[in-house]
């Protein structure tokens, strides 16, 4: 049974606009109160990461999402602790950025945490779902699972009709190796 979300106050980390457009799209149509969180030093290269965030500010006025930006570019601790999982690198990047969200829950009296990566049918849902779920008893902050890949063509659409930019990689050096340059 999924959780009741009418009323709540929940702070969304958004990885970036275009996965962000079905995503506010459906927890608004639940009734939740969003507010929108960017922390993504996974993001490679920084041009990258500048073109997302813009990007997302664009959006944000345009759906009248509040968004906190946490513009801290840590690539060095993202890089080392990717670097020492290999193959499960997805692990240590969910896990830091829905932390620092977490954080920011607690801090400011959010009702829950949610994350567009659950959008993305690239990702890994059960990891980000446990990851989540651990998240919630450490800062006392409702961790909200949806499976909203089944809007997946229904965002892509909406996010080309917005001409927004939209990238081809999930946004690390990793995955941008794993587009262009190979497996």
Known sequence: ???????????????????????????????????????????????????????????????LLPLDVDAAYDLEPFLSGTLALGRDRCLFCYRMRLEKAFQKAAQDNFDGVSTTLLYSRHQRHDDIRAIGGELAQVYGVPFVYRDLRRGWQEGIEGSKKLNMYRQQYCGCIFSEKDRYGGK
């Open 1 to 63: 049974m999924l959780m009741d979300i009418r009323d709540m106050r929940v702070l969304l980390h958004i990885c970036c606009a275009p996965c962000s457009v079905y995503t506010v799209r459906a927890l608004r149509a639940e009734g939740a109160l969003l507010a929108g969180y960017f922390y993504n030093p996974n993001i490679h290269p920084y041009t990258e990461f500048s073109k997302r965030l813009e990007t997302l500010k664009e959006y944000a006025k345009v759906v």
